[in-house]
């Protein structure tokens, strides 16, 4: 055992090598982790502030079991004191570690010449959660909101202090709230190291790379800590203290907290199944996202501590989780990049879409939930989808090779900005028709950060290397965009309004219950006769409120939904309602009076009540009363 002189001598004894990691236990810590090939190695203890190593202590091959080293250490005091490992001569981090002091500033390297600069913390004291009560929202109620800690309020327009970090998008909760948000997805914010070198990142989203100072933004990589919350990503200095209390502050709102995590095949699927655990028992975490390797689906979704935790995944093999059985409990839910596919096209006025556009939006599985959206970090925004047909990755400097070449947008006949009102016009009704089709659709809506006020990347579809304002939300689309972001707090509004439009099954399109009309029907300019075949781009889509009760067990209201995506004006016929009820406009996608919404009280009666004409590219739903 090495020391520095004039320290006192600290009483290291055998450990507990069965849980990896640092944890407390009475009178110590015990200090466990997974030293290969009976290399040679011990562990470092420093001084905390000024990273002064104060004793090594051996780690000898004889006393390990199997490949775990595990000491117990009576006087480390966590307020005062880091560690490392040194194994065969190299200064590494503990891959467990819960804190990691050295990367407080984004994007800035690590000092390789000091071996010594990044060092492990451990997490001290208890974290008063008063009496936290955690959303319990099922799926078919979710309204998911996907953001980026940093680039959420790092824009000088953010109206945030503390811009950039956890306490900034706390900040924000309000906002989201007042938006009709119950449940937000964090990018990438575990402790990940953004300085990228030549094959650094994922390929699939880099196409070359000759920069080694490029910045991985997004945090998609196998360098990370995947215990440790990000440290650059903190205001307070106290990074598990700060993220802690978001979480806490999120469910005071009512809000869910998700977080996405990427894994390579060479994270164990048990890892990450601890990984998981750690993250919902200690910093109260609602559900996870998992993107990357998929060997670990099985043994998170069979763990029992992980039971009410939502688990979400690139695909859903619900045969092979569930062995034909429904769950009890629904929990798992896949991200559905086809209905972006779907939507854009059908948007954008692409022959042959109504079949897979009418299932897309009725899609919802039994046993697992689908998550649908119209963009997502890799791809337009929703507002680049109307006004580019080209991805603009210049600023990338990968000489626009990298990010998706299939992007199915329309740029409505202007690439880029433009002052000609008529096509600012048509892409805002557009936009406003993109979050109808996410949120009159079946599935578990998905808005990316920014998208409710006309963010834009200037084109670019691949931002992540983009640490500016290319990456970031601009929030002057809070005014610029005003009307845009009313339209979507009142389509939110409306859908958690009408249970009919998201059901805790799929729709049947049977009325298997004798309401005298399916649960879900189409409709064309005849009645009850769709019009599905490939040169039809308008469909009517028809939902029985008898098959949805609202919490008092009153039956749902008939809607009518008439999408026309044709640039062309149509006619739907409208079915007869029983008794004495009549169809009412409740939105329309060309009016711009009140963000297209006509009051509850003051909904117009259609004039025709056997049909109704639509605009070109124009949404009108009926309420039928």
Request: proline share 5%; glycine share 8%.
């Amino acid at each position: 055992m090495k020391r520095r002189e004039n320290e006192a001598e600290i009483r290291v004894l055998p450990g507990n090598p069965r849980i990896l990691g640092v944890y407390r236990a009475k009178n110590g810590y015990n200090f466990a982790s997974v030293i290969p090939d009976e290399k040679e190695a011990s562990l470092l203890l420093y001084e905390k502030n000024s990273g002064r190593l104060i004793q090594e202590i051996p780690l000898p091959p004889e006393e390990r079991t199997g490949e775990v080293a595990a000491v117990f250490i009576e006087q480390f005091r966590p307020r005062e004191m880091e560690y490392n490992y040194k194994i065969d001569g190299e200064i590494r981090q503990d891959p467990r570690a819960a804190l990691l002091t050295g990367r407080e500033r984004f994007g800035t390297a690590v000092d390789h010449k000091n071996p010594h600069s990044l060092r492990c913390g451990v997490l001290e004291g208890k974290f008063l959660w008063e009496k936290e009560e955690r959303p319990a929202i099922s799926l078919s109620e979710m309204v998911l909101y996907k953001l980026h800690v940093r680039g959420y309020t790092s824009h000088k327009n953010s109206k945030v202090r503390q811009k950039g970090t956890f306490r900034g998008v706390a900040k924000k909760i309000p906002y989201l709230k007042e938006l009709g948000i119950t449940s937000v997805e964090l990018m990438p914010c575990y402790e990940f190291d953004e300085i990228m070198v030549k094959d650094g990142i994922p390929a699939a989203y880099a196409y070359e790379q000759k920069d080694a100072a490029k910045v991985n933004y997004w945090g998609y990589t196998d360098q990370a800590f995947y215990f440790a919350p990000k440290a650059s990503y903190c205001a307070t200095g106290s990074p598990a203290r700060e993220f802690m209390e978001m979480v806490r502050d999120f469910h005071q709102a009512g809000i869910e907290c998700m977080m996405e995590f990427y894994f390579t095949a060479e994270i164990s699927p048990l890892e990450v199944l601890d990984i998981l655990r750690y993250w919902k028992t200690v910093y109260h975490i609602d559900g996870f996202h998992l993107v990357g390797d998929t060997r670990a689906q099985e043994y998170v979704t069979e763990d029992p501590l992980l039971a009410d935790t939502k688990l979400f995944f690139a695909g859903v093999d619900a045969q092979k989780l569930y062995r034909n059985k429904t769950p009890h409990f629904r929990h798992l839910a896949e991200y559905n990049e086809w209905s972006r596919q779907v939507f854009r096209r059908f948007l954008k006025g692409d022959e042959d879409m109504l079949v897979d556009f009418t299932y897309c939006t009725r899609r919802n599985p039994d046993t697992h939930g689908v998550v649908n959206y119209m963009s997502i970090q890799d791809g337009f925004t929703m507002a680049d989808a109307v006004a580019y047909d080209i991805k603009h990755n210049e600023e990338n400097g990968e000489k626009n090779r990298d990010g998706m070449n299939y992007n199915y947008s329309w740029n409505c006949g202007i690439e880029g900005p433009t002052r000609k009102q008529s096509i600012k016009a048509l892409r805002k009704r557009q936009i406003k028709n993109s979050f109808l089709f996410l949120l009159l659709s079946q599935g578990i809506p998905l808005i990316y950060q920014g998208d409710e006020i006309g963010n834009s990347q200037n084109g670019n579809n691949n931002a992540y290397c983009q640490d500016n304002e290319v990456g970031w939300v601009d929030w002057s689309g809070l005014r610029r965009n005003r009307e845009l972001l009313e339209f979507v707090k009142k389509s939110i509004a409306f859908r958690a309004s009408h249970p009919v439009l998201h059901l805790p099954g799929e729709l049947r399109c049977m009325d298997y219950k004798s309401y005298g009309s399916p649960d879900v029907s189409y409709h064309s300019q005849r009645a009850w006769f769709a019009e599905l075949d490939n040169n039809f781009r308008h469909v009517g889509v028809m939902y029985n409120g008898n098959y949805a009760e609202d919490s008092a067990g009153v039956p749902d209201a008939w809607i009518y939904i008439a999408y026309n995506m044709h640039w062309l004006e149509h006619e739907f016929a409208l079915p007869h309602l029983p008794g004495n009820g009549k169809w009412r406009v409740a939105i329309n996608t060309g009016k711009n009076e009140n963000a297209g919404f006509y009051e509850e009280t003051e909904e117009p009666p259609v004039k025709d009540q056997k049909g109704i004409k639509v605009s070109p590219r124009t949404i009108i739903v009926l309420v039928g009363k």
